[in-house]
């Protein structure tokens, strides 16, 4: 199997490229996008030398599957899933936010909480909670939507005063995100899993709101396996997670967290192969379905057929 690192189609009626730290996007005829979900994995807002066979088609089928799940709450991008590893979908005008939601106090949220603030992007948390505990209802823990550089926290009322959302229409990406976490919590619980914190990314055509990107996947959330949750904390004890923080875990034991100087450790063929075989895990596990490994040789050739002959039908 040939890991997908970079791409470099030309699509019918392919109007501009961007390069994500893990997607290709192709703008096609100035109003559809299709989206490649390479190979390349990120950490430490860096991607990493060495692409994850299999990790694009994870992301994108896992993806696929919770947009299909969530459209009756809020109309999402998706046109077309025309291969394992691509999405073609409507050109949304992106919020400059992203609309990050939280069950359990955990991650970034934990950290500022055990640094002594009470405040996370202007939402009061309660004394006396400690790391992984459910809070008391979900709470919205908004970020900047950076184009350079890292999201930065922000709050609903520095939103609204600096006119980055109008108030009419983060309102309901409130109602949305609520909703969409609501949705994604039951369908974790039917699969023996907590989800703990997700994010969600929202754009407008016209005067419609669109759920963009991808959710609920282990790249965009983080999740508990529910099965020894109540024990483990009341042990005091870590959560067994269902996330891509193994990957981070083991650049931190080779001391790599992207900080300047720091050399990211090698990744042996042995590495690359274990992380491909978590993320199968994980896509098992969060969707309830067999992985089914789609392996051609000729990945490149494959996707570039599949989508050439999904514009075609789709500009005719």
């Not at 909670?129 to 520095?158: W, Y």
């Not at 995100?177 to 907590?194: D, F, H, K, V, W």
């Not at 949750?229 to 001391?255: C, T």
Request: charged share 25%; aromatic share 10%; proline share 4%.
């Amino acid at each position: 199997m040939t890991a997908i690192k970079e791409t470099n189609f030309s699509f019918p009626k392919q109007t501009n490229f961007y390069k994500g730290k893990v997607r290709d996007v192709y703008t096609i005829d100035n109003q559809f996008m299709a989206m490649v979900v390479t190979d390349r994995i990120s950490a430490f807002d860096v991607v990493l030398p060495e692409a994850i066979p299999f990790k694009g088609q994870v992301l994108n089928q896992i993806g696929a599957k919770f947009l299909a799940a969530t459209k009756d709450i809020v109309a999402n991008w998706v046109i077309d899933v025309p291969d394992e590893m691509v999405t073609i979908g409507r050109i949304c005008e992106p919020f400059k936010v992203e609309m990050v939601v939280r069950g359990y106090l955990a991650g970034h949220a934990w950290r500022e909480y055990s640094a002594g603030r009470r405040s996370v992007c202007g939402v009061e948390l309660p004394e006396g909670l400690k790391e992984n505990d459910q809070l008391p209802q979900p709470i919205i823990t908004p970020t900047t939507k950076a184009s350079v550089g890292h999201d930065e926290d922000i709050s609903r009322a520095d939103i609204l005063a600096k006119g980055i959302v109008s108030l009419a229409d983060y309102t309901l990406l409130e109602q949305y995100t609520y909703a969409l976490y609501q949705r994604g919590t039951e369908m974790a619980a039917e699969r023996g899993l907590i989800l703990v914190d997700t994010k969600y990314e929202f754009g407008k055509v016209g005067d419609e709101i669109y759920l963009i990107d991808e959710i609920h996947t282990p790249d965009s959330s983080r999740y508990f396996y529910a099965e020894g949750y109540a024990e483990r904390q009341s042990a005091n004890e870590p959560q067994k997670q269902l996330s891509k923080e193994f990957v981070r875990k083991w650049l931190i034991e080779n001391d790599f967290q992207g900080k300047d100087g720091q050399v990211i450790p090698e990744m042996t063929p042995e590495i690359v192969d274990s992380i491909s075989e978590r993320y199968i895990e994980l896509y098992e596990q969060i969707t309830g379905d067999a992985f089914m490994k789609n392996e051609t040789r000729d990945v490149l050739t494959r996707i570039e057929q599949n989508v050439g002959t999904a514009l075609v039908q789709l500009l005719a």
